[in-house]
């Protein structure tokens, strides 16, 4: 008598070809191990739809995001007049207006991100969660107001500005913008805080525009004399000043007038910077294929 033999394949063959399982079986057993409502499903959906919004490339997406940055922009512009704004009757509204907007750009952020814990790690987050907290309570927190300014420097951590340089053709310049983002925000930053730190009453210095002047006027080491802060912790703002201000305008300028490198990642040893024209990785000897326009 003979008996053939047993294929031990046969009861899963239909369901798991040989190259695996089937779209199909993995959408018949998801409801064993994954059993969410409908609405999770929808919000899941709204969260992508929402990601797809400040991370896309897409013509919809980079509309969205030229909006958002336009209103970015509009803000920085009050907080950098807010010195000047904040006796008008007005101000606080203007205050918690700005603080609502950054409210909602910050739980929308957050809902869109893939993991809120790495989200939160981000340097650009807090420095965000800073400015928001000088806005609810200016009252109590008005020393740090110059602080708000820091603003500008989470809108350059966008790709938005630079994707569109190197569209356009000028990816050389995109290094000169992130310096030049770096210094002016240095600039009102110091001046923020000689103004909040030092402005009295026949000190000399008797507005927003006197500490601006003297900031200016100590980044670039001129120095004119006439306006100058008392006292050791007056001098120890001024040295701190001058050494930031020389280490940022010596970085301006290497991007200024350094030979342009294009950024192209060398797939063996990961190198980003290489010279537009480079065949092979100066680090490794890797062969390149970096893109070219052919523009001569």
């Known amino acids: 008598m003979t008996t053939e033999p047993r294929d031990t394949h046969s009861s899963t063959s239909d369901n798991y070809p040989d190259d695996g399982p089937s779209v199909e079986a993995l959408l018949h057993f998801r409801p064993r191990y994954d059993d969410e409502p409908e609405e999770a499903l929808d919000r899941a959906a709204w969260r992508q739809r929402l990601r797809q919004l400040y991370v896309g490339t897409d013509p919809v997406a980079t509309r969205f995001q030229w909006a958002v940055a336009t209103v970015d922009l509009v803000i920085i512009g009050f907080f950098i007049l807010s010195p000047v704004l904040q006796d008008l009757g007005a101000f606080l509204w203007f205050d918690y207006a700005v603080a609502l907007l950054l409210v909602a750009d910050l739980t929308a952020r957050a809902a869109a991100a893939i993991s809120i814990r790495q989200w939160l790690r981000r340097p650009a987050v807090w420095v965000d969660f800073v400015v928001l907290a000088t806005l609810l ?37 995109e290094d000169v913008g992130r310096a030049a983002i770096n210094l002016i925000t240095t600039l009102f930053i110091i001046t923020g805080f000689v103004y909040t730190a030092f402005a009295r009453p026949g000190s000399g210095m008797e507005g927003w525009v006197d500490a601006l002047y003297f900031t200016v006027a100590t980044v670039t080491t001129t120095g004119f004399g006439d306006i100058t802060l008392p006292g050791t912790a007056g001098k120890l703002t001024s040295i701190v000043t001058m050494i930031v201000g020389i280490s940022l305008f010596v970085r301006l300028a290497q991007a200024l007038f350094r ?13 980003m910077r290489h010279e537009p024209d480079a065949v092979h990785c100066k680090a490794c000897g890797h062969l390149l294929a970096i893109p070219d326009e052919g523009g001569g």
């Not at 107001?145 to 790709?159: A, D, M, N, P, Y």
Request: proline share 8%; glycine share 6%.
């Open 259 to 271: 030979p342009y490198k294009v950024t192209f990642r060398c797939p063996k040893c990961a190198l």
């Open 137 to 173: 309570a200016p009252l109590w927190l008005a020393n740090l107001g110059f602080l708000r300014i820091l603003r500008l420097w989470t809108l350059s951590q966008k790709g938005l500005f630079w994707r569109a340089l190197r569209r356009y053709g000028y990816p050389e310049w």
